[in-house]
């Protein structure tokens, strides 16, 4: 037995990251694009954004500086970022084999749920938009108001496991970056890395993943039923 159908085998919910195991979310709305958005909101407001922050590509770490160091624009600067979110969610590339897992953890009789930092709304345009909402019980993106809960705290996590009924020992989680796999260590959850690129291999093994995939359609082949899962 592969030790993916193992660490699968007596699991009861399916956690998805969503930007990597279901989609590339700014495939077609760049996420530096974003970013400079809201570096442009910030300094139109009298903010000096330093580095790393003034120069990142990740519009989410803007958002984790402005909940720290200018909280009174935290409410713009979000909503700025969903805006942005739910717009990428129209033109995001879906991930090869990410829409087969979802179909395959569901058709199995697992709970399956999206855990994400990014937002709710854009995860479910995401969703009715590919015709996957009737096979995710649980859309978890970040708490509005609260960057500093985004993985890699446990806080999605457990509201996942709270919405589902399941408990968190029951569930597990694939993520393609660290901050899911050390965000699965907080919250006791096994993970799986799924590596979209081969460096990424050393990186989720290294940050303690129970097993690391390089395609989505291993986990889909390993929770169909004509497996002998």
């Not at 649980?138 to 457990?158: C, F, N, Q």
């Not at 993520?175 to 460096?199: C, F, L, M, N, Q």
Request: aromatic share 4%; proline share 7%.
């Amino acid at each position: 037995m592969s030790p993916l159908t193992t660490l699968l085998r007596d699991s009861e919910a399916i956690l998805f990251d969503f930007d990597g195991p279901v989609c590339a979310l700014f495939a077609g709305h760049p996420s530096i694009r974003v970013a400079d958005e809201l570096r442009g909101l910030l300094t139109s407001h009298g903010t000096n954004v330093p580095e790393p922050v003034a120069s990142t590509a990740d519009p989410l770490e803007i958002l984790r500086w402005t909940g720290v160091n200018r909280p009174d624009l935290l409410a713009q600067v979000e909503q700025s970022q969903i805006s942005n979110e739910v717009a990428a969610a129209e033109s995001a590339t879906p991930a090869p084999g990410g829409r087969e897992a979802i179909e395959a953890a569901s058709q199995s009789g697992r709970s399956v749920s999206i855990v994400s930092n990014n937002s709710a709304a854009a995860i479910k345009v995401y969703l009715d938009r590919h015709g996957l909402a009737d096979h995710v019980a649980a859309v978890v993106g970040r708490a509005p108001g609260y960057p500093e809960r985004m993985k890699p705290e446990s806080d999605p996590l457990v509201r996942a496991s709270s919405e589902l009924g399941i408990s968190l020992a029951a569930c597990v989680l694939i993520g393609d970056s660290p901050t899911d796999i050390e965000a699965a260590h907080k919250a006791g959850v096994a993970s799986i890395g799924y590596a979209k690129r081969p460096s990424r291999f050393s990186e989720l093994a290294d940050a303690g993943a129970d097993v690391v995939v390089g395609s989505m359609i291993e986990v889909a082949d390993t929770l169909r039923p004509t497996s002998g899962f």
